[in-house]
Nanobody, 114 residues
Framework: QVHVVESGGGLVQAGESLRLSCTASGTILSIVEMGWYRQAPGKQRESVAAIPRGGSARYADSVKGRFTISTDNTKNTVYLQMNSLKPEDTAVYYC????????WGQGTQVTVSS
């Protein structure tokens, strides 16, 4: 069983940056992919970024060129570096680990003011 915990959210102004962290524990070797979803008020959840084990990162069109997902395998951690933040990036960001099922974090709030 895998458990994930994310952190790093906060309140920033447009144009600033944040880095989110997500640390996995448990049966780490069973993870085949990790990534991030977000959900803004009144909107559907959307996939933001993902990185499969041994594969290439994927990004939503809305964040390409601004966000970067990376991993530190020695720490069982995935990061989401968010640059040039926009008010429309405001959402609760959820980290996940994909095994044969999905394990979700509790979410971290990102608020971007104009």
């Amino acid at each position: 069983q895998v458990h994930v915990v994310e952190s790093g959210g906060g309140l920033v102004q447009a144009g600033e940056s944040l880095r989110l962290s997500c640390t996995a524990s448990g049966t780490i070797l069973s993870i085949v992919e990790m990534g991030w979803y977000r959900q803004a008020p009144g909107k559907q959840r959307e996939s933001v970024a993902a990185i499969p084990r041994g594969g290439s990162a994927r990004y939503a069109d809305s964040v390409k060129g601004r966000f970067t997902i990376s991993t530190d395998n020695t720490k069982n951690t995935v990061y989401l570096q968010m640059n040039s933040l926009k008010p429309e990036d405001t959402a609760v960001y959820y980290c996940y680990a994909r095994l044969s099922y999905f394990s979700w974090g509790q979410g971290t709030q990102v608020t971007v003011s104009s």
